[in-house]
């Protein structure tokens, strides 16, 4: 497979490596994008930290009818036995579920939701897509851990993303405490990259779901980002909203406590970065983990965008 060029190279040295980012992380100018929820206070806050958090930005009869559906679809036989649902490695529960926006119409409405999927457009100032949507939970005493990495340098080696213009954004389905494994973030940490090694072994994918072992920053330079830029949790009731960046450093403790942690996240990247071929060289992850259909989410009103719905799943 043909290799393009690598503006984040990784995994393919023997040493690990720290460069600055050569991207943006708020591609529109001061005042130039004016229509989206978040100020331009936000906006700067956003660059300069990397992330972005909005307490309670959803209704808590909102949050009930999301946690229904989680429920209908983890009832649901013929979805939770898809590849799209990954379990913990040590107790066999649901770990993640991918691509729920297609597999539940209720969070494909949420996907485009405008204070979500408008504020992906104002910091991106472009189009956007679904790069990625999944709900992760950490059940009360068998949440397992995800350890510090950052998303970008997975998705432009395993998948061709080819330049930091994407984020995540997630909302809290239940309450997020210090305790209960929050995820944590390394502020500034976006304005780095750091080059994994070890070289990506065939269809990683499936184990790097459960825990991963490449793409994994060494601890050095871990240490010198967090004694860099500080770690912070975003704690905060369920409906509250983390927006992060597709570089910065973040990952969770194990949940030990018996209050279970559920988010949803939607990856939206910028429908003028859309995925070439994986710059590991190797053939691209599932569609479920990587979207390879850039059609851009048309603006839509906020009425009527969380609501249940009783339709059976689409497929994949």
Same mark, same amino acid.
């Given at each position: 497979m043909q290799m393009n060029q690598d503006s984040y190279p990784s995994r393919i040295a023997d040493q690990p490596m720290m460069t600055l980012r050569l991207d943006p992380v708020v591609w529109s100018q001061p005042g130039e994008i004016t229509t989206g929820p978040l100020s331009e206070y936000q906006l700067k806050s956003y660059a300069e930290q990397g992330y972005l958090f909005l307490p309670e930005l959803f209704a808590v009869s909102e949050v009930q009818a999301l946690m229904q559906e989680i429920r209908r679809l983890g009832d649901d036989a013929s979805i939770t036995t898809r590849p799209e649902c990954i379990t913990e490695p040590k107790s066999g529960d649901i770990r993640s579920m991918f691509c729920v926006h297609e597999l539940s119409d209720t969070f494909g409405r949420l996907a485009a939701h405008p204070k979500l999927a408008g504020a992906a457009r104002q910091i991106l100032a472009s189009d956007v897509y679904l790069h990625q949507s999944r709900i992760n939970l950490k059940p009360g005493f068998r949440g397992d851990a995800f350890y510090w990495h950052s998303d970008f340098e997975t998705w432009h080696v395993e998948d061709g993303m080819p330049r930091m213009r994407a984020l995540s954004i997630s909302l809290l389905l239940t309450d997020n405490n210090a305790f209960n494994g929050p995820l944590m973030v390394v502020a500034g940490s976006h304005m780095k990259f750091i080059s994994c090694v070890g070289k990506t072994p065939e269809n990683h994918y499936q184990q790097s779901l459960k825990k991963q072992e490449y793409g994994v920053p060494d601890e050095e330079s871990i240490a010198h980002c967090i004694q860099d830029g500080g770690l912070t949790a975003p704690t905060g009731k369920a409906g509250s909203v983390l927006l992060f960046d597709c570089n910065v450093l973040h990952g969770s403790n194990a949940n030990?406590?018996?209050? =279970? &942690?559920?988010?949803?996240?939607?990856?939206?990247?910028?429908?003028?970065?859309?995925?070439?071929?994986?710059?590991?060289?190797?053939? =691209? &992850?599932?569609?479920?983990?990587?979207?390879?259909?850039?059609?851009?989410?048309?603006p839509v009103r906020e009425v009527d965008t969380v609501t249940t719905t009783t339709e059976p799943a689409r497929s994949a």
């Amino acid at each position: 497979m043909q290799m393009n060029q690598d503006s984040y190279p990784s995994r393919i040295a023997d040493q690990p490596m720290m460069t600055l980012r050569l991207d943006p992380v708020v591609w529109s100018q001061p005042g130039e994008i004016t229509t989206g929820p978040l100020s331009e206070y936000q906006l700067k806050s956003y660059a300069e930290q990397g992330y972005l958090f909005l307490p309670e930005l959803f209704a808590v009869s909102e949050v009930q009818a999301l946690m229904q559906e989680i429920r209908r679809l983890g009832d649901d036989a013929s979805i939770t036995t898809r590849p799209e649902c990954i379990t913990e490695p040590k107790s066999g529960d649901i770990r993640s579920m991918f691509c729920v926006h297609e597999l539940s119409d209720t969070f494909g409405r949420l996907a485009a939701h405008p204070k979500l999927a408008g504020a992906a457009r104002q910091i991106l100032a472009s189009d956007v897509y679904l790069h990625q949507s999944r709900i992760n939970l950490k059940p009360g005493f068998r949440g397992d851990a995800f350890y510090w990495h950052s998303d970008f340098e997975t998705w432009h080696v395993e998948d061709g993303m080819p330049r930091m213009r994407a984020l995540s954004i997630s909302l809290l389905l239940t309450d997020n405490n210090a305790f209960n494994g929050p995820l944590m973030v390394v502020a500034g940490s976006h304005m780095k990259f750091i080059s994994c090694v070890g070289k990506t072994p065939e269809n990683h994918y499936q184990q790097s779901l459960k825990k991963q072992e490449y793409g994994v920053p060494d601890e050095e330079s871990i240490a010198h980002c967090i004694q860099d830029g500080g770690l912070t949790a975003p704690t905060g009731k369920a409906g509250s909203v983390l927006l992060f960046d597709c570089n910065v450093l973040h990952g969770s403790n194990a949940n030990m406590t018996p209050w =279970p &942690r559920s988010n949803v996240f939607f990856v939206y990247n910028s429908a003028l970065n859309t995925l070439t071929s994986p710059y590991s060289g190797q053939q =691209p &992850r599932p569609r479920f983990i990587a979207n390879r259909h850039f059609d851009p989410i048309p603006p839509v009103r906020e009425v009527d965008t969380v609501t249940t719905t009783t339709e059976p799943a689409r497929s994949a």
